[in-house]
C-alpha cells in the first residue's frame, strides 16, 4: 500500500490534488468559515497561518495519509480537503474526514469528492475498510456519507459539550466488499448493462 503516491483524481464537478503551500491562505479562509468551525471538532491547539502553511507544504510527502484539495474544475478554485488518515496497516483500514467551504456546497462537489478518494483507496490502495466519525446533528453531512456508501454501525453518546448541549458522535463505515458492488452509488438509479452495479 503506498500511501507516498499523491494523485490527480478527476470527476465532472471536482479536481483532487496534491497540496502545496500556497493552498494555506485559502484553507485559512475555509477554516474559519463558521459552519466549517459548527461541524468539525477542535484543532487541540490554536491554529496560525504559519501553521498551515507548514502543515499543506508537507502535506505531499506523508508516507501514512493521503490529504487531497478538492477544487473547481473550470478555474481551478479551491474548494476544500478530502483526507484518509489513521492508516492501520495490519487492519488495511483508514479513516476518512472532509471540509467543504461555502463556494464548494450544494453542487455535489463534496459527494463526488467523497467518491473519488474513498474508491481510490479501495480500488488502488487495497484498503479493506474506511471509516469516519460525525456529529449526529451534522445532517447534511450524514446524507451524504449514506449516499455514496458509508453504513451506521453505532452512535458514541453525548461525547462532546458543544454550544450549551451533550452532542453525539456518528460512526460510520464501509468495506471494500460492499465498495466492490456499488462503488459509491448504493440503491440508486439504473443498473449498467451487463454488471448490474447501479449508477445514478
Known sequence: MDF?????LTGDRTVLRPFTEADAERMWEIIGDPEIQRFTGSPGHELT??????WYGSRST???RLDLAVTDPADGELLGEVVLYEWEPESRSCTFRTLIGPRGRGRGVGTEATRLIVGYGFEELGLHRVQLEAYGYN??????YEKV???RE?????????????VDEVLMAVLDHQWAVHRGRPRTGHAHPGTGVTAL
Do not use: C, I, N, Y
Request: net charge positive.
Open 4 to 8: 507516498s503516491v499523491k494523485p490527480v
Open 49 to 54: 497561518p504559519e501553521l498551515l502553511r507548514a
Open 62 to 64: 506523508q508516507p501514512d
Open 139 to 144: 445532517h447534511r453531512a450524514l446524507r451524504v
Open 149 to 151: 456508501g458509508f453504513v
Open 154 to 166: 453505532g452512535t458514541r453518546r453525548e461525547v462532546e459539550w458543544r454550544d450549551g448541549v451533550w
